[in-house]
Nanobody
C-alpha cells in the first residue's frame, strides 16, 4: 500500500505556471505507474497525465499536451506536474494516482488516490 500526498496547488492568473508535487510513503514508489487526474465542480474526474514506472513513457490528455509536463524522481518517491500557460478551464482539484498494473489513464485503473490539491486559474 502507498499513501500519496499532493502539494503545490494555488491561485494563478491565466498564462501563469504552477508545479504540483506528489509524495509517496509506504510501499516503494517505483513499483507504481503514476498519474494526475483533475475534477472541476459538477464534473467527473478526468485524466490529465501519466508516467510509466521507468519514468520515460508518458501520456497526456489532449487538453494539456504541450502545456503540462509530468515527471518522477523515484529516488525521492515524488512525482511532479509542471503546468504552464494555464487557462481558466484548468481550474479543478488535482489528484495524484498510483496503479500497480498498467498506466493510470482512466479512473478505474487507479489503485490509490491522493487527497487532492486545488488549482484556481483566473482570467
Amino acid at each position: 500500500q502507498v499513501q500519496l500526498i499532493e502539494a503545490g496547488g494555488g491561485k494563478v492568473q491565466a498564462g501563469g505556471s504552477l508545479r504540483l508535487a506528489c509524495a509517496g510513503t509506504g510501499r516503494p514508489f517505483s513499483v507504481y505507474a503514476m498519474g494526475w487526474f483533475r475534477q472541476a465542480p459538477g464534473k467527473e474526474r478526468e485524466f490529465v497525465a501519466a508516467i510509466a514506472r521507468c519514468g520515460i513513457s508518458t501520456n497526456y490528455a489532449d487538453s494539456v499536451k504541450g502545456r503540462f509536463t509530468i515527471s518522477r524522481d523515484s529516488a525521492k518517491d515524488t512525482m511532479y506536474l509542471q503546468m504552464n500557460s494555464l487557462k481558466p478551464e484548468d481550474t479543478a482539484a488535482y489528484y495524484c494516482a498510483a496503479a500497480l498494473k498498467g498506466i493510470p489513464t482512466a479512473v478505474d485503473s487507479v489503485d490509490y488516490w491522493g487527497q487532492g490539491t486545488q488549482v484556481v486559474v483566473s482570467s
